[in-house]
């Protein structure tokens, strides 16, 4: 089991920076995976950046090169700073990992932040 607890989000104007970060608990050293998904209501969840244990980094097209992920595995923290902030970034931000235990992948999310950008 792994525990997800986000921080940060809020509200912003336009152009602005917010930085969400997110604790794991629990059976960390499993961790394999951590990043950020978005999901506004009525839609679809969607990826918004990812990060191995080792480092390797993907992001949703849409992001690139306004967000950056950051991962700590010794604290077990994951952190995304959002910069250039757009009104469609506005969303229910969820920390998310992937952990494998006995050889099988299992995914766990966070209770999910609010981001709000708008004037």
């Known amino acids: 089991q792994v525990q997800l607890v986000e921080s940060g989000g809020g509200s912003v104007q336009p152009g602005g920076s917010l930085r969400v970060s997110c604790a794991a608990s629990?059976?960390?050293?499993?961790?394999?995976?951590m990043g950020w998904y978005r999901q506004v209501q009525g839609k679809e969840r969607e990826l918004v950046a990812t990060?191995?244990?080792?480092?390797?980094?993907n992001y949703a097209d849409s992001v690139k090169g306004r967000f950056t992920i950051s991962r700590d595995v010794a604290k077990n923290t994951v952190s995304l700073q959002m910069n250039s902030l757009k009104p469609e970034d506005t969303a229910v931000y969820f920390c998310?990992?992937?952990?494998?235990?006995?050889?099988?992948?299992?995914?766990?999310w966070g209770q999910g932040t609010q981001v709000t950008v708008s004037t």
């Open positions: 629990g059976s960390t050293f499993s961790i394999f995976i």
């Open positions: 990060i191995t244990s080792g480092g390797s980094t």
């Open positions: 998310y990992a992937k952990v494998v235990l006995q050889f099988l992948p299992y995914d766990y």
